[in-house]
């Protein structure tokens, strides 16, 4: 079961503070980076997507899994997982279809944007950040709550997905930036605006805490494990991988999926 001390708590709610403050590294790549690094972003895409397929079947599913068949039994406890697994899809993937196409958060943008171009004011551009913004914290709640869980179960395993989260929120702080500071021509303003997007993964972690852990127990527990490994697959596979697709470097963003479940097996191995 879940280790609910003071100590673990505040770490495991530091870790989903780094992630999801991490857009604000995407936010000041794009205004102190001459050229977008489209291989170092496929790259890393690539590699935070294998991190989190691999540790979700791996890791999450199977814990969640192992706790629920010793509570319910073998049988009875690997359909409610594979059913958490799939509501976890689901919950995400209706996000996911309830966020704008025109605002989504994964539709690539580069630093080459805001070069050569007139700053001026745009209301269009404006709302599209606004939006944008809006769309990453959307998303970014469910993530939170993901990174969460995993680190006070097994810290080791919540420094792995909140790295792995901290990657793939960089191109989404990029997102918010480009338009933004296109419309205001204020860096002060995009960077605000995209730094504070990523709140919302603590506050997903926070929620989560004060709903789930007053009933937390051994088919809670393994529901919301199973859910977040859900969650997860869907993020990498609908966001990550299509986004290091995006940046034109296929090839690399494959060679980064390995290396992450390469990494993830053995750090995994290391805490056995």
């Known amino acids: 079961m879940m280790d609910l001390s003071l100590n673990n708590i505040l770490f495991a709610f530091a870790l989903t503070l780094f992630a999801g403050l991490s857009t604000g590294i995407g936010s000041a790549m794009a205004f102190f980076a001459s050229r977008t690094n489209t291989k170092f972003l496929a790259v890393s895409l690539g590699f935070s997507g294998g991190v989190m397929i691999y540790v979700s079947f791996v890791e999450i599913f199977a814990?969640?899994?192992?706790t629920m068949s010793e509570a319910y039994g073998v049988v009875a406890g690997s359909w409610w997982?594979?059913?958490?697994?799939?509501?976890?899809?689901?919950?995400i993937a209706i996000i996911d279809k309830l966020i704008p196409s025109g605002e989504n958060p994964h539709e690539m943008h580069s630093i080459e944007e805001m070069k050569g171009k007139n700053v001026h004011?745009?209301?269009?551009?404006m709302r599209m950040g606004l939006f944008t913004a809006l769309a990453i914290g959307i998303h970014n709640f469910p993530e939170g709550l993901a990174?969460?869980?995993?680190?006070?179960?097994?810290p080791h395993l919540?420094?792995?997905i909140a790295v792995a989260i901290a990657i793939h929120n960089i191109p989404e702080g990029?997102?918010?930036?480009?338009?933004?500071?296109?419309?205001?021509?204020?860096?002060?303003?995009?960077?605000?605006?995209?730094?504070?997007?990523?709140?919302?993964?603590?506050?997903?972690?926070?929620?989560?805490?004060l709903i789930l852990m007053p009933f937390m127990s051994p088919l809670v527990?393994?529901?919301?494990?199973?859910?977040?490994?859900?969650?997860?697959?869907?993020?990498?596979?609908?966001?990550l991988l299509p986004a290091a697709r995006e940046y034109g470097e296929h090839h690399l963003s494959i060679y980064g999926l390995v290396a992450g479940m390469a990494?993830?097996?053995?750090?995994?191995l290391m805490f056995v």
């Open 121 to 125: 004011k745009s209301s269009k551009l």
């Open 63 to 66: 814990k969640a899994r192992e």
């Open 158 to 160: 919540g420094i792995a």
């Open 81 to 91: 997982t594979v059913l958490a697994f799939f509501g976890g899809v689901l919950f």
């Open 147 to 154: 990174t969460f869980t995993a680190a006070i179960q097994e």
């Open 174 to 209: 990029i997102a918010v930036s480009v338009p933004v500071y296109y419309a205001t021509g204020s860096r002060r303003k995009a960077f605000k605006l995209s730094f504070l997007s990523g709140l919302s993964e603590p506050i997903g972690a926070l929620v989560g805490y």
């Open 221 to 239: 527990f393994g529901i919301v494990f199973a859910a977040v490994a859900g969650i997860m697959v869907f993020i990498s596979l609908d966001e």
């Open 263 to 268: 990494v993830m097996a053995l750090s995994l």
